[in-house]
Each structure stands twice: as structure tokens, then as C-alpha cells.
């Protein structure tokens, strides 16, 4: 019997599956997936599959052990056992459910991925940790550490950044970090990455009416002008810190005629009001993908995408 074990390319999905892998769990050969690719062609590979952080069952019946944290409309389509629970991360799922040793990370790391991971950040925010220190990390803490790594694996996914660093044996952050920086020259590192970032921040802050468009008060980036280079430097926390005096933000991927939108609870809007997105909508989205504050959703053309988004601006704006 062989086992393979299917995890989400980010920074919760990369520690729960190297808890996995650290806890006693027979693994044959590991995938670090992704959201809007067909990995069907892995189901033959083995007996069976573990997934970890990735709200869609790819290998269905064979999956023995599906757990995930992301709100669904619906179970995981014929695992045969599922622990789909909320939770700020999946590696806080893992060690609640005591599915994991925990002897082999630290609390701070914990709290540092549940941070990074729910994007929970307003609560920490003092003189010491601002919105800037999400945007361009401060390296010299765990924190912005964490936020880095996270942010590095977005971009590096061609190269499989996430994969390589699943078989690495250290948990330590710092450590991470230094193999991405002495890695191939392929791999976009911090120091680029924060150079390229800084261009795209300043060319939509001085021309933010070519790219941001407001519906019912809530700002939308359309990104479909952005050229490779603009990609590079592509984060979308960009936008929550431009507008960081609206509690919502919409970004806007128009990809092979489809239509892909992300609606948050801008992480930098100080508020007591403690709604999340998901209870002001779920009544308008059939199927859910995301978090409590951060979700995705899908249209196979614009015009319905903009039949629905009206409906669901509308909904939001009564409750800014």
C-alpha cells in the first residue's frame, strides 16, 4: 500500500504537512497543489491520499483522511474520514484534534501562521507592528518572518518552491528562509520581490483610478491591466492598504473568459464590529471557498459576475 499526501501550497499548508510527515504517518510522495488546476492525473499514483489545508477532495473515495479548516457548502465529497472543523489554520486543526506531535514546533509559530494564514492582523496593531510591517515584512521578527515565507511561496509556485521545502527537516523559520535565499537564481527572493513590490504600490497609488474601480463604497481592483512585471510584485494587501479606511475590498481576475473575485474584511480597518463577511453573505454564494473573512468566488462569464456582485456590494454597504 502507498501513501501519497496532498497539501496547500502556503505557509499553513507547508507546516501541516511537514507535522504530518513528522508525526508517525506512512507517506510515500508528497503534492503541494493549488487552487484552479486539475491534479487528476495523480489519483493512480497510490493507494491512497492524506490532504491537508485544501477545501477540495481530489482523490475522492481514496482519500482516507481529509482535513481542512475553509468554509464549504459541502462534505468532502467521499473521504473516508473527514475532520473539517473551523479554525484559524489547519495546523491548529491538526494539534487540536491531537493529530499531530507538537513537540517539533513552537507556540509562537502556531500563533504566527494563525495570524498569517486568517490574515488577522488589526488585533496586534501598536506602535511596534503597523499595516506597513504586513506590506513590506520586518524580517527581524518571527511575525513579518512568517508573513515573508508565506509571501514568498505565492510567488515562487512554478518552481515549487513549497515542495522543496516540505522534505527540508527544520521547522525553524529562519532557517527556511536562508535555504530560499541560497536556493537557484529561478526563485524570486526578498530582496527582489520587495523592490518589485514597491514599484507596483507606487504605480497604482499614483494612478488609482486606472485600476480600482468602487461599487456600493467598496473598492475593486481590476487587474487585468497589470503587465508580467507587475505580477511579480502582485500582493493583494496592496489594495487593503490604499483604501485602509473601508472595511471591505474586492480584487477582480479576469482569466481565459472566466471570472474569479476575492471579497475581504480589509485586515487594516480598525472596527469593533466583529461580522464576518461569510455571515453577511452566505444567503447569496451557492459555494463557498474561503475563510470566515476572505472568500472566493467564481463566474463563467462578466455579466453574471456582475449580476451577482451588485447583489453582494449592496448587501455588504448595510453593514459598513
Not at 123 to 137: E, M, Q, R, S
Not at 165 to 170: A, G, N, R, S, W
Request: glycine share 4%; with cysteine.
Amino acid at each position: 500500500m502507498s501513501t501519497g499526501l496532498i497539501y496547500h501550497a502556503d505557509v499553513d499548508g507547508l507546516y501541516s504537512a511537514k507535522l504530518i510527515m513528522e508525526s508517525g504517518y506512512k507517506i510515500d510522495e508528497i503534492y503541494a497543489v493549488d487552487y484552479g488546476k486539475n491534479y487528476s492525473h495523480i489519483i493512480n499514483d497510490h493507494d491512497d491520499f492524506i490532504s491537508v489545508d485544501f477545501a477540495e477532495n481530489i482523490a475522492g473515495e481514496k482519500t482516507k483522511l481529509f482535513i481542512d479548516h475553509h468554509i464549504r457548502s459541502e462534505r468532502a465529497n467521499g473521504a473516508q474520514k473527514e475532520i473539517i472543523k473551523n479554525a484559524q489554520s489547519c495546523v491548529s486543526l491538526l494539534i487540536n484534534e491531537k493529530l499531530v506531535d507538537t513537540s517539533v514546533i513552537s507556540s509562537s509559530a502556531i500563533e504566527c501562521i494563525n495570524t498569517v494564514d486568517s490574515a488577522n492582523y488589526s488585533k496586534l496593531f501598536d506602535n511596534k507592528f503597523t499595516a506597513v510591517d504586513v506590506l513590506f515584512p520586518n524580517i527581524e521578527t518571527e511575525l513579518g518572518m512568517f508573513i515573508l515565507l508565506n509571501d514568498l511561496l505565492r510567488k515562487n509556485r512554478k518552481f515549487n518552491l513549497s515542495l522543496s521545502l516540505v522534505y527540508q527537516e527544520t521547522f525553524d523559520i529562519k532557517s527556511m528562509l536562508y535555504i530560499i535565499q541560497k536556493s537557484n537564481n529561478n526563485i524570486l527572493k526578498y530582496d527582489k520581490y520587495m523592490e518589485m513590490k514597491m514599484k507596483l504600490f507606487e504605480k497604482l497609488k499614483n494612478n488609482v483610478s486606472k485600476y480600482v474601480k468602487e461599487f456600493s463604497g467598496i473598492p475593486a481592483l481590476f487587474t487585468r491591466k497589470f503587465t508580467p512585471y507587475d505580477w511579480k510584485g502582485y500582493d493583494k494587501n496592496i489594495l487593503n492598504f490604499l483604501y485602509n479606511d473601508k472595511m471591505f475590498t474586492m480584487l477582480i481576475f479576469e482569466m481565459g473568459g472566466s471570472i474569479n473575485v476575492q471579497i475581504q474584511k480589509n485586515p487594516f480597518f480598525i472596527t469593533k464590529n466583529n461580522i464576518s463577511l461569510y455571515e453577511i453573505i452566505k444567503g447569496l454564494i451557492d459555494e463557498p471557498r474561503g475563510h470566515d473573512n476572505i472568500l472566493m468566488l467564481s463566474f463563467n462569464n462578466l455579466e453574471n459576475a456582475i449580476k451577482k456582485l451588485d447583489k453582494i456590494t449592496t448587501l455588504i454597504s448595510e453593514h459598513i
